[in-house]
């Protein structure tokens, strides 16, 4: 059992429910199991018409707060009605089917107390629905400190692993932009991170669970739009006006993303074409290079 001896210290746990029964047991038991006891779990539930309330209750602990929505909403204004109901200094993420490792808090508040880092996260795992090992999400080492470059050439942060102090949303003023429905976590991050120093681990903290429904066409097509309306709002803060390569960067992972996507439906780019649109991204191209050699079986036909 640890607080660390200091109420100013409480975390709140962002925990937005709809029909989340199969798993919902054994994520509130991640919470409770934490070594770092000074939380609070805000369970925003979104009208769900199964089983969750009656889980969810059955627990006895002063540190659940259960919250029945007043009308259901998309995920990221039910996000931004449970920030509103927190209390904490550090605000914590964790959705109904994912799982912390149980030292996940202890360690990232120690860090949080340095004073250094306003915001922390980690490596997580990916985990099957029999909560079977699949990958590690991220392979290769990442950098702390001012990082938005990073984030935007490569978005790597799970909102599972997030812990970030209350300061911060003085400073961004909006939470989680209503108007997306996909980008709303890349988006929110990113404001954080604007002159902001982030904290990454390479220790395993948290475990996400993939399901397999991989994003339909349509929603990819929607999170490609979604991303171009990103773009622009970028191009209009401050913070890029002095920074117009980070801009410049976003687009060209935009880029990336709708070439990959039309090779996916089987559109023939030629190599030349692939290589001049990526001529800055080496790491873009030939990941492109490999799909279209899966897709079309001869890489060398223009």
Known sequence: ??????????????????????????????????TYTNWELIFWDNQSSDNSARIVKAFVDPRIKYFYAYKHTKLYEARNLAIQESKGKYIAFLDTDDLWHKEKLEKQVKILMKGEYPFVFSNYNLIDKNSNFLKKAIRFGKKSGMITRELIRGYYIGILTVVFDRSLLDKVGEKFNLNFNHVGDLDFFLRLSEGNAFYYSTETLAQYRVHGNNLSTLKSLELLKELKVLA????DRPFYKNHIDYLNDFVLYRKYLLLKKGLERGKKFSIIYLAISMKSRIDFFLKLLILRLIKHKNIFRS
């Open 1 to 34: 059992m640890n607080t660390f001896g200091n109420v100013d210290h409480k975390v709140s746990v962002i925990m937005n429910c709809f029909n989340a029964g199969p798993f919902l047991k054994e994520s509130i038991e991640s919470v409770i199991n934490q």
């Open 232 to 235: 622009r709002q970028m191009s």
